[in-house]
Antibody, heavy 119, light 110 residues
Framework: QVQLQESGPRLLRPSETLSLSCTVSGGSISRFYWSWIRQAPGKGLEWIGYIYSNGKSNISPALKSRLTLSVETSKNEVSLRLTSVTVADTAVYYC?????????????WGLGTTVTVSS | QSGLTQPPSVSGVTGQRVTISCAGSSANIGAPFDVHWYQQVPGTAPRLLIFTNNRRPSGVPARFSASRSATSASLAISGLQVEDEADYYCQSYSRSGSVIFGGGTRLTVL
């Protein structure tokens, strides 16, 4: 079955850039929407953006100036790049698969990767 | 403020039926947009519980059901079991196409 694996650095300093990847195995990245969701310690789920396999993306207004999403179909991988991180960006970051439209539920989730921003 | 309001917590005893509400507005659920529900056991990733308002993915017990009205939605769990203790999130969309989550509801099984 389809599995997602997030990867990237776990500890960053304020003002650094966070880069995470989500590798898809057991299925194709094509013709699906891929979302990134984060969860700050003790808090709820926060959607941060999605990208379609053709590169079309939609970013949360709260992060629009700092977040870039990309897709690499040859590697079956989606990535995020968040610049100028602060302590408020400390969270577990999940990637999740949507459907053929942006309005489908997120049916496959990665295990998540914990990112800590601290000086 | 996510735009979707859920009660912070609900509780029930084993075997009981509980419901979790998700209140939205004409800017999201009422636009209209579909509602999805997720279950998150603490320390694990969320899993899709209900999609497109009232449909269950394969493997989700029939004890879980959901409904949607004009600007709100609700999740019902019947025959409550200890393993249902988790956080539950509703999810819909804003008119700009953003994905929005409710604040989450912690279900405690007494």
């Amino acid at each position: 079955q389809v599995q997602l694996q997030e990867s990237g650095p776990r500890l960053l300093r304020p003002s650094e850039t966070l880069s995470l990847s989500c590798t898809v195995s057991g299925g194709s990245i094509s013709r699906f929407y891929w979302s990134w969701i984060r969860q700050a310690p003790g808090k709820g789920l926060e959607w941060i953006g999605y990208i379609y396999s053709n590169g079309k993306s939609n970013i949360s207004p709260a992060l629009k100036s700092r977040l870039t999403l990309s897709v690499e179909t040859s590697k079956n991988e989606v990535s995020l790049r968040l610049t100028s991180v602060t302590v408020a960006d400390t969270a577990v970051y999940y990637c999740a698969r949507g459907g053929a439209t942006e309005f489908d539920g997120l049916d496959v989730w990665g295990l998540g990767t914990t990112v800590t921003v601290s000086s | 403020q996510s735009g979707l309001t859920q009660p912070p917590s609900v509780s029930g005893v084993t075997g009981q039926r509980v419901t979790i509400s998700c209140a939205g507005s004409s800017a999201n659920i009422g636009a209209p947009f579909d509602v999805h529900w997720y279950q998150q056991v603490p320390g694990t990733a969320p899993r899709l519980l209900i999609f497109t308002n009232n449909r269950r993915p394969s493997g989700v017990p029939a004890r879980f059901s959901a409904s949607r009205s004009a600007t709100s939605a609700s999740l019902a769990i019947s025959g409550l079991q200890v393993e249902d203790e988790a956080d539950y999130y509703c999810q819909s969309y804003s008119r700009s196409g953003s994905v929005i989550f409710g604040g989450g509801t912690r279900l405690t099984v007494l």
